[in-house]
């Protein structure tokens, strides 16, 4: 049963009408979501949502709205909340969430005030990877309408953190040792030629008009213009900053390059995968012939129960030329044959033999685990586990 509310004096209505306007979402650190769409926008991101207000007069409702407080209103109610004529349906009071900004890419939005251009410049940001914004003024609002209709809600997962003027920004920028990129119509390198220093980048946007502050301009350690053909005055500046976050961002990976790679998480599994084998081959070839990718392909035949050899190539990584060294050793100490359909089967032999190497394979994953609690070792199986899952997704779509 939803409760409801008939008077314009109750708290929620008080609170959902104050935080339909700026000072209000100032003030409180609150503010009103608008339609069923931004609200499935705010849930999705994991906004804290206090109520939902519906109109007494809608007809569908989905029950998974009802885990949250919801209360019926009428539509004269819900106009005096939204401050509109005409009815929003539904409407929810969320959380602002405001954050501590250090990372490699964040933008500056220097005095920006056009509400749509704010959105633009949020969702171009999120489509690079960015959602890190700095605002220079402390009564900076990404929660108007207007603001989350541009960037598809992808203000609601922007991390923001707000200085009482550009001086304090650039104070902030300094300390944390980013290098400052201002664009200008006078800058004196071409956006698409600049380098970068592997520092994180902050970019500055400035006002539509005035563009951005003289502090910004003296401080910069590059500025920058984007080349346009002389018919055209100005790009937008929600425009101009998405081929500004494209252009950057694209110099400041090829800048990187080398340790982009050091660091992504296929480059790391595969060191330790490489590092677990060198472990075992280290204590295998005290007792036996067979390679620690020899035996692991062993234990995986045993377990898949026949495989053909295109499969064990993709699986194993096996190159054309290491077949021969690979296979013909387990054929011929009989711990692999292959059935009428030439597919690699596991003989009694084989079972044995990884029997009687179990206990290397054990003391050796001991030894490497040594160092974790009972707990980190759960964690990292799980860990593991959900990355296998998400590759599965994405290998079939999903």
Same mark, same amino acid.
């Given at each position: @049963? ?9 708290? #929620? ?32 991101? !994991? ?8 109109? =007494? ?21 819900? #106009? ?21 900004? =250090? ?7 220097? !005095?920006?005030? +056009?509400?749509? $251009? ?18 220079? #003024?402390?009564?900076? +609002? ?16 922007? $991390? ?6 550009? *001086? ?7 300390? $944390? ?58 790009? !937008? ?69 026949? @495989? *053909?050899?295109? +499969?064990?190539? /993709? ?5 054309? !030329?290491?077949?021969? =060294? ?15 359909? =030439? ?22 994953? /001991? /030894? ?17 586990? #959900? ?12």
């Amino acid at each position: @049963m939803i409760a409801e509310i008939k008077s314009l004096k109750d708290d #929620k209505i008080q609170l959902a009408k104050s935080v339909s306007c700026h000072k209000g979402r100032i003030k409180k650190g609150k503010f009103l979501i608008e339609g069923l769409e931004a609200i499935d926008w705010a849930i999705e991101s !994991n906004i804290k949502i206090d109520f939902i207000l519906i109109s =007494n007069k809608l007809k569908q409702f989905d029950d998974k709205y009802l885990a949250y407080n919801v209360y019926k209103i009428s539509d004269g109610l819900l #106009k005096k909340v939204t401050g509109t004529n005409y009815v929003i349906p539904i409407v929810a009071v969320g959380n602002i969430k405001t954050s501590a900004i =250090n990372t490699d890419f964040c933008i500056v939005l220097d !005095n920006v005030k +056009d509400f749509g $251009n704010i959105g633009t410049i949020v969702r171009s940001s999120h489509a690079f990877g960015i959602n890190n914004i700095i605002s220079t #003024k402390t009564d900076f +609002d990404l929660f108007q309408r207007k603001t989350v209709d541009a960037s598809r809600g992808r203000i609601f997962s922007t $991390n923001l953190q707000t200085f009482n003027n550009p *001086s304090e920004t650039i104070k902030y920028l300094k300390d $944390n040792d980013y290098q400052i990129v201002t664009t200008s119509p006078r800058g004196t390198q071409l956006q698409s030629l600049v380098k970068l220093s592997d520092r994180p980048v902050a970019l500055v946007v400035g006002n539509e008009t005035s563009g951005a502050s003289d502090e910004f301009m003296e401080n910069a350690d590059i500025i920058v213009q984007i080349p346009m053909y002389s018919e055209v005055e100005s790009l !937008n500046v929600g425009v101009a900053t998405g081929i500004s976050i494209y252009e950057l961002k694209l110099k400041r990976v090829l800048g990187m390059l080398e340790k982009q790679i050091k660091t992504t998480i296929g480059r790391e599994i595969n060191v330790a995968a490489m590092l677990i084998r060198e472990a075992l081959d280290a204590k295998l070839k005290k007792v036996s012939n067979l390679s620690s990718s020899q035996l692991i392909f062993l234990m995986v035949l045993k377990c898949d129960t026949e @495989m *053909s050899l295109l +499969d064990a190539q /993709k699986q194993f990584g096996i190159p054309d !030329n290491e077949i021969k =060294n690979h296979f013909e050793p387990l054929i011929a100490e009989g711990l692999i044959s292959t059935d009428s359909a =030439n597919n690699f089967v596991m003989t009694e032999t084989g079972i044995e033999t990884i029997g009687k190497l179990w206990t290397i394979i054990e003391n050796t994953e /001991k /030894k490497i685990m040594e160092d974790f609690t009972e707990s980190e070792q759960k964690e990292l199986k799980r860990l593991l586990d #959900k990355i296998k899952e998400k590759c599965v997704e994405i290998k079939n779509g999903l």
